[in-house]
């Protein structure tokens, strides 16, 4: 559990980095199979301008390629998959369903500190 948490401290970089060595997968390897810029990897895994320089397309392909479970790398790269984006936004009204995950969030962590 320690190396779990430890892991969420990296950033989306950092982690991405980690995850294409443990296959010894090269940079120029990694864009080939995405069909992803080997500048953006670089650029995501350095951290320039502390953003990730991918899109949710090129995170799925990511995932697939490195064996990884795409909704845990949507979610360390910040970004919500598409099917949840628009099933969030389909509430009535719109939000709703946003706020109400919120609420979700902020009972749990408020059990968790008392």
């Not at 190396?3 to 950033?11: G, H, N, R």
């Amino acid at each position: 559990m320690g190396d779990d948490m430890a892991e969420f401290t990296l950033t989306f970089g950092a982690w991405l980095r980690e995850q294409r060595q443990r296959y010894n997968i090269g940079t120029r390897e990694l864009a080939r199979m995405t069909r992803i810029q080997p500048s953006a990897i670089c650029n995501t895994e350095n951290g320039v301008g502390g953003k990730v320089h991918m899109g949710t397309c090129a995170l799925s392909r990511v995932a697939f390629c490195l064996d990884l479970d795409a909704d845990e790398v949507f979610a360390r790269a910040g970004k919500i998959p598409p099917d949840l984006v628009e099933w969030l936004l389909a509430g009535d009204p719109p939000g709703v369903r946003i706020r109400m995950l919120r609420e979700m969030k902020d009972n749990e962590v408020s059990r968790e500190q008392g």
